[in-house]
């Protein structure tokens, strides 16, 4: 598993992402419209690293 991974996995609520597109770096959560919104976020805070990217569903109950 992913440190990011990981980090998603325990986060309680992540509601106020529904219908976003997220992209997760270590434990800094990016969100965008888009999901080349939600790239271009992590992307320019951290160059170097891979994201974990997913759409949060609208009824965001997220089973892992």
């Known amino acids: 598993m992913t440190e990011e991974y990981q980090f998603l996995v325990q986060q309680k609520n992540i509601s106020q992402y529904a219908g976003q597109w997220i992209a997760v770096v270590g434990k800094t959560i990016f ?19 891979q994201p974990l990217v997913m759409k949060v569903p609208l009824r965001a109950h997220l089973s892992l």
């Open 31 to 49: 969100s965008g419209k888009s999901l080349q919104e939600a790239l271009n976020k992590a992307e320019t805070k951290f160059p170097n690293k």
